[in-house]
């Protein structure tokens, strides 16, 4: 893939990561947006830990656990749609209000065992995870309004997307920390604080204010049906799905491997390899200037991914393993970030909040499908075939974005983004 130089057209910065960050306001309402995710990072085993140590089940943890995730992923689109069609302004303050709330109260109940019933507390997380601030989808939403320029937008969301996995790494590290000194239950007290300084910091940006002005003529026209109006979306959801299903079997898979060697501690290596890989690879492919558009790199990325994953089946020992985790993982952050930047060349100033949350629900939906699914097959699909299976669902929706962009292409000229 060929590159080529280029500028910001608005503001003449060249290209780069610290012309992203010198952008104005830039730095203020990224620094906030990760405070918000960071919360999100600590909140699913603060809540894990907090209801098994207030019920002592397991059981009862995991269910809520997957309640809270449900209602989160399922109503993302209708919450993104909110902000689309009234405004951060409007909007974000009363939800990251009652999300924070509510975490305080599941967080009160958990604070000791036996005051409140798995079921009380199954309905608490139901109506949190409805009311989940949509802190990453208004973020990048955000990117396209403060770097116009494809190139830098680029740029843009590849440092988004990069250190919002690095926060999603660090979240569960600090929880480790807490629960050491204090119940568990004091995690989701900090997420709640995190989520809510994170937002209301976010909301007071001179950028949303800008956003909302510019945007607000006829901003609740546009129906959920006109979300879909072009063919770049559907191909940015399918490969996000494809690689949400990649990256929710490879954990198991890392599990399985490394204890079918005697080693269960080593996953913990795998793993960190994968997202090393995927944190370099991201800021690499965002670095460059590419000529080839997004609607063909997506699926080559994808297929990329998808046969570094089934290769990884070959794997002779965890160091070799490690190392095909890495390579897998330089393809993670690009296909994501390029779904993205798809998905953004097809939105219009009135649903950009929507695409942007279409791609992560159908990303964390696919998460959990390829968990469910590799976890239904462990048992009876040796290991070596393991991999290439869970790689397939990402080599088919490689093949139909490929397809898809072949379809464009013949029916009109496509953007070239990036």
Known sequence: MAAMP????????????AAVLRIPHAR????????????????????????????GSYAVAGTVMAVFGGTSVLLSPARAGLVDRYGPRRVLPPMVGLYALLLIGLAVATWRPGVVSGWWLGFGAAAAGACVTPVGPVMRALWSELAPDPALLQRAYSLDGVAEEIVFAVGPLLVG????WVPPAAGVLVSAGLIWVGTTVLVGSPVVRRVREAGSEGAGESTGGAVFGGTGLWRAVVVAGGVGVALGGI?????????????????AWILAALSVGSAVGGLAHGAVSWRVSADRRLPLLALGLGASLAAAGLSPNLYVLAAAATLTGLFVAPAITT?????????????????????????????????????????HVPLPLLFPLTALPILLTAASA????????????AARIG
């Open 251 to 267: 954990d198991l898979l890392a599990v399985a491997f490394a204890e079918d060697r005697g080693r269960s501690a080593a996953v």
């Open 177 to 180: 920390v807490l629960v050491g």
């Open 6 to 17: 280029s500028a910001d057209a608005r503001s003449g910065l060249a290209p780069s990561y």
């Open 339 to 379: 779904a993205y930047l798809l998905a953004d060349a097809a939105a219009t100033p009135n649903t950009r909040t929507r695409v942007g949350a279409w791609v992560n629900t159908t990303l964390n939906a696919g998460t959990s499908a390829g968990a469910a699914g590799t976890g239904a097959l462990i048992a």
């Open 28 to 55: 203020r309402a990224f620094g906030a947006a990760m405070l918000g995710r960071l919360s999100y990072g600590m909140v699913g085993l603060s809540l894990l830990l907090a209801v098994k140590s207030g019920t």
């Open 402 to 413: 490929a397809l898809g962009a072949g379809v464009g292409r013949r029916g009109r000229t």
